[in-house]
């Protein structure tokens, strides 16, 4: 990704992304003959935003608006099919499920591979491996196999790793909803601490109430497209009216 101005530490200009799908059922020797029909699907359409370092934005809609589809394509996940990412900093992303950890490898393995993609050396990895396993709080798992592990395991291991390798931009998706009230509220705690330290946030998530508190700034994606942009109370209300409305 390019490089943006200093004051910018993420710019979004005009990005839509394309998938294509079947809706016929494989058969083996139809795929040796001929090509499935296939259909285009925009994820999203034309969607331009800047976000300012220090900021923490969330980003709201309904389910398969293209919500998770943003934050990916921010993250460097997935690349758009037009338009442009730029960013500014350390990025560090937890969007999907034990996205970045390899299976077959244990939690402390995991966590220096993410460490060291991130560009961290590992004497500096080393000087944070207890803070992480700490809050991970995984036990003697963090030296099994990741395979092994529930589905709350890796969301801690997960979430420790992306606030404890120092980001600038920390981007996550719903996947905080799946923890029990302690660890949500540890996750808070930490996500305040990164406000107070200047790392740019960017949320999604269907709590109302978790945009409110915790995000200055939101933007609503609605049907593919960029909808509403604004304080958080504002684009929260208009929501809500629109939700309440159908």
């Known amino acids: 990704m390019k490089k943006t101005?200093?004051?910018?530490?993420?710019?979004?200009?005009?990005?839509?992304?394309k998938y294509r799908y079947t809706k016929e059922r494989p058969v083996l020797a139809k795929t040796l003959f001929s090509r499935s029909k296939s259909q285009e699907f925009w994820a999203l359409k034309d969607v331009s935003l800047k976000?300012?370092?220090?900021?923490?934005?969330?980003?709201?809609?309904?389910?398969?608006?293209?919500?998770?589809?943003?934050?990916?394509?921010?993250?460097?996940?997935?690349?758009p099919t037009?338009?442009?990412?730029?960013?500014?900093?350390?990025?560090?992303?937890?969007?999907?499920?034990?996205?970045?950890?390899?299976?077959?490898?244990?939690g402390r393995e995991n966590v220096y591979l993410n460490g060291m993609l991130l560009g961290l050396t590992r004497k500096e990895i080393d000087?944070?491996?207890?803070?992480?396993?700490?809050?991970?709080?995984?036990?003697?798992?963090?030296?099994?196999?990741?395979?092994?592990?529930?589905?709350?395991?890796?969301?801690r291991l997960g979430f420790s790793v992306a606030v404890h390798l120092d980001p600038d931009i920390l981007v996550v998706d719903e996947v905080l909803a799946v923890g029990d009230e302690q660890f949500q509220n540890k996750c808070k705690e930490r996500i305040a601490e990164l406000?107070?330290?200047?790392?740019?946030?960017?949320?999604?998530?269907?709590?109302?109430d978790l945009i409110q508190s915790t995000c200055r700034k939101?933007?609503?994606?609605?049907?593919a497209q960029k909808r509403f942009e604004d304080i958080a109370k504002n684009v929260i209300q208009r929501y809500l009216l629109y939700e309440q409305s159908r």
């Open 5 to 17: 101005n200093d004051s910018i530490a993420i710019e979004v200009k005009g990005v839509s992304k």
């Open 51 to 79: 976000i300012k370092k220090g900021e923490t934005v969330g980003i709201i809609g309904e389910n398969g608006s293209g919500k998770s589809t943003l934050l990916k394509i921010i993250a460097g996940i997935t690349i």
């Open 82 to 106: 037009k338009g442009s990412v730029k960013v500014n900093g350390r990025i560090c992303s937890l969007i999907e499920l034990g996205a970045g950890f390899h299976p077959d490898l244990t």
């Open 127 to 155: 000087g944070r491996f207890n803070s992480i396993t700490e809050f991970a709080d995984i036990g003697n798992f963090v030296d099994e196999p990741v395979r092994f592990y529930s589905y709350g395991m890796i969301v």
């Open 195 to 208: 406000k107070r330290k200047g790392v740019t946030l960017v949320f999604v998530s269907h709590s109302m």
């Open 218 to 223: 939101a933007v609503w994606i609605h049907k």
